[in-house]
């Protein structure tokens, strides 16, 4: 149980152009979905915590514009890269948690690895 | 403040030695700790999990890690590593408050050699 399902898990794509990755829990019900980064090497950086029905609370430093997250049901999160440039280029995983207890450990999607051109 | 410091970035052995993978945390509340493990380019697996109850944690394939409060840590073990054991670990602390906001550590690389 607790499976998360994240699409695509790579995408290449003209520096300018946007890309959405989705997120989606498959047999839990989501109200809570976190957005990752992850560059080489290194540890994973929250970027925001997406909340079913309202809006996306984001970390210091992350641009609300440019990393647009939609959390329309308790099934599905996308985060949407608008205007993707080089340095946008990482891993993104999302995660999320079951219902109830806050301390409930997060199930985490496999990752998207996106490389803008 | 929360925080997680893994005091090793690679550990290295031999298939079949003990695995010791080392973290200390650092919070104001009773935490929640977590290992995850992560495989190349996926996602997060989570090995186990301490939420107050037993100090001594099992998790999956054969990894447990054991909870020390004056110690401040959370070391993983493992008696006997295999070859697919090789992974980065993360240790990972959850601040407390309704959205279950986790703090990651740095990661340990660990390398399984024949």
């Known amino acids: 149980g607790a499976v998360v399902s994240q699409h695509p898990s790579w995408v290449i794509c003209k520096s300018g152009t946007s890309v959405k990755i989705e997120c989606r829990s498959l047999?839990?019900?989501?109200?809570?979905m976190f957005w990752y980064r992850q560059f080489p090497k290194q540890s994973l950086m929250l970027m925001a915590t997406?909340?079913?029905?309202?809006?996306?609370?984001?970390e210091q430093g992350v641009e609300k514009d440019k990393f647009l997250i939609n959390h329309a049901s308790l099934t599905l999160s996308t985060l949407t890269v608008t205007s993707a440039h080089p340095e946008d280029s990482s891993f993104y995983i999302c995660?999320?948690?079951?219902?109830?207890?806050?301390?409930?450990?997060?199930?985490f999607g496999d990752g998207t690895r996106l490389s803008i051109l | 403040a929360q925080s997680v410091t893994q005091l090793d970035s690679h550990v290295s052995v031999s298939e079949g030695t003990p695995v010791l993978l080392r973290c200390n945390y650092s919070?104001?509340?009773?935490?929640?700790l977590f290992w995850y493990v992560q495989h190349p380019n996926k996602g997060l697996q989570l090995l186990l999990k301490?939420?107050?109850?037993?100090?001594l944690v099992k998790g999956i394939n054969g990894f447990e890690a054991e909870f020390k409060k004056s110690e401040t840590s959370f070391h993983l073990t493992k008696p006997s590593a295999h070859m697919s054991d090789a992974a980065e670990y993360f240790c990972?602390?959850?601040?407390?408050?309704?959205?279950?906001?986790?703090?990651f550590g740095a990661g340990t690389r660990l390398a399984v050699h024949p």
């Open positions: 301490y939420t107050s109850a037993a100090t």
């Open positions: 995660s999320a948690t079951l219902p109830g207890a806050g301390n409930q450990p997060q199930h």
């Open positions: 997406s909340n079913e029905g309202s809006k996306a609370t984001y």
């Open positions: 047999d839990f019900q989501a109200t809570t």
């Open positions: 990972v602390v959850s601040t407390p408050g309704g959205y279950n906001k986790l703090i």
């Open positions: 919070s104001s509340y009773s935490p929640s």
